[in-house]
């Protein structure tokens, strides 16, 4: 397994493997593209299985200090052999060398593996809001 990290929009072979897991977990990757190009410093990371994109985390500063986690995925098939847990460590050990002091992420009581999976690497839960769609997302925080 190689992990590489991207400060700008990946390749186009990169890029549509990104897409088409994003699709296939969210449903939708139509604008995807053109939101990590309205982020500020946008930093995508890629898990690869030879040349297969296998997992992704995308995410991008809220401020000097802070990073925000804002998106990722495991293929299916690669999914409970530790690559979103290996994904996280790395994006954790790249924000603090790049000097941000905490991380938040966002998610919701229908990803129950993700927030165990934030909550046992040290993420605490800040606050909780209802969404335009009607859905609790549940904000959570790690100082790095």
Do not use: C
């Not at 939101?35 to 990371?45: C, D, T, V």
């Not at 229908?110 to 909780?128: A, E, S, Y």
């Not at 609790?136 to 925080?141: A, F, N, R």
Request: charged share 25%; aromatic share 12%.
């Amino acid at each position: 397994m190689n992990f590489s990290f991207y400060t700008q929009i990946p390749d186009k072979e990169v890029m549509a493997g990104i897409l088409q897991m994003h699709e296939e977990i969210f449903h939708d990757s139509s604008a995807l593209v053109r939101k990590i190009k309205n982020k500020s410093k946008p930093l995508i990371q890629v898990a690869f299985e030879d040349s297969k994109v296998v997992g992704y985390k995308i995410g991008y500063e809220l401020s000097h200090e802070k990073f925000y986690s804002w998106l990722g995925g495991v293929d299916v098939n690669y999914r409970n052999v530790g690559i979103a847990t290996k994904l996280m460590e790395k994006q954790h050990q790249y924000l603090r060398e790049l000097g941000y002091k905490v991380v938040q992420t966002k998610t919701k009581n229908k990803w129950r593996h993700m927030l165990i999976l934030n909550i046992k690497n040290g993420f605490n839960v800040m606050d909780t809001y209802t969404d335009k769609n009607g859905e609790m997302k549940i904000i959570l925080e790690k100082d790095l």
